[in-house]
Structure formats: C-alpha cells, structure tokens
C-alpha cells in the first residue's frame, strides 16, 4: 500500500530534536511528491552539549530511494556519534555507503552540521546538497560549502568550513526539491525565486515562520501542480 509506504517513511522522521530550545531552535518538514521518496533530514546530541543536523537527498524516487533513505539515516547517526567533524563524518559514510549505492545505481546527497553552542560555531560539510543559506542581522548569503554526493566516488574525501553564530542568526538547509518545484506549465521555481523569498525575512523571525514563508512561496508556483 502506497499511502502505508508514505506514512511509515515520514514516521521515521525525528518528530522534533532531542534537545530543548535553550540555545538553538528548530523546525523542519517533509513534504513527499510523490508517494515515498529518498530526502530525509535527523537530529544528533553529540557531546559537550553539541548538536548535528543532517539533511540527505537519495537520487531517485519510489521503494528503492525510500530504503536506502532509511539505510543512510541509520548510517550518519552511527557514523555522527563516532567522529568529531562533519568532514570526517562525509569521508566514512562514502567508503561505507559508496559499494551499496554503486550497486543500486544511486548516490546520496548530504549536509553535515555540527553545533556548538559554546562556542557559537557551526561547522559544515557537505556532499552535493544545496549550499545552506545564513540569515543574520547584516542580511542573507547563501555559503558556498559544496562536494561530490556520497556514492559519486569512492575515494572522495571532504573539507568543512565554521562559521561563526551570532544571537539570532538562523540557517536555512533546504533538498533541491524546493527548486525544483514546477507549476503547471513545467517551469521551476528556481534559485532566483528561493533566494527572493529571503528579502522579507528578519534574523529575529522564529524558524518555524521562515520555513513557512519558503513552503508558501513555493506552493504558491506550484499552483497545484
């Protein structure tokens, strides 16, 4: 049963964060286009009072992607607890996960982030998802932290950039199906239009209303498509 499939897959997803909202708020959603489908996002407490967030997008749609979507949670949550940074986190799940997705056919993009509410820090890394957006007081920049998706190749190694956090400054990750989201006519929302969503968002808005703001803009294009 497909709406079965679906349902189980968005259970799978972490409800809220395993951490209170002392020092770091967060909302999420994921909304399928279809019935299953490989992105998926999770939540860590690390030690020393960090936390992770990961977001993956498994090429792909259907049974398949939403399997491996589920294997590659499990996957950076073991891995997440193993290693300290967010680099070394990526460089193991492609030499763990790179044969599996290799023999599928598929690869696995992902975004690894690390923070530390000591230090106010956040450190990233990423493998092929769409670069994440900062909202702080001086305005929005999308941060140009890329790499080649888990599964491209096996060799594939990972660098990571910290940025450092002010009060009030939000981050925003986001799978490329924002994007590409199309309207009836075919045509996709795009990244002109993601970053225009920003110019009416305040560092000081909460998260939950910056991600609603996106989701509208988006549906919005979609127009029911």
């Not at 189980?8 to 997803?13: E, R, V």
């Not at 399928?32 to 967030?53: H, Q």
């Amino acid at each position: 049963d497909r709406g079965l499939a679906r349902d189980i897959q968005l259970g799978l997803l972490p409800p809220s964060p395993p951490w209170n909202g002392d020092t770091m708020e967060v909302y999420a959603r994921s909304i399928p286009a279809y019935d299953v489908g490989g992105d998926f996002y999770t939540f860590l407490t690390l030690s020393e009072g960090r936390a992770a967030i990961a977001i993956g997008d498994i090429s792909g749609k259907g049974v398949a992607a939403a399997l491996i979507m589920a294997l590659t949670a499990a996957a950076v949550e073991s891995q997440g607890r193993q290693f300290e940074h967010p680099a070394r986190v990526l460089t193991a799940l492609n030499q763990l996960l790179a044969p599996r997705l290799k023999a599928n056919h598929m690869n696995a993009a992902l975004l690894y982030a690390v923070f530390d509410p000591h230090a106010h820090t956040l450190r990233i890394a990423n493998a092929g998802m769409i670069a994440p957006m900062l909202i702080s007081q001086r305005g929005y920049r999308m941060l140009e932290i890329g790499g080649l998706p888990i599964g491209a190749f096996a060799g594939a190694s990972y660098q990571e950039e910290t940025v450092t956090l002010e009060s009030g400054d939000a981050m925003v990750l986001v799978s490329d199906g924002v994007v590409e989201a199309h309207d009836p006519g075919g045509r996709l929302f795009g990244f002109e239009a993601f970053e225009a969503a920003f110019d009416g968002v305040r560092s000081t808005a909460d998260v939950r209303s910056i991600a609603e703001l996106i989701l509208n803009r988006v549906h919005e294009h979609m127009a029911g498509a």
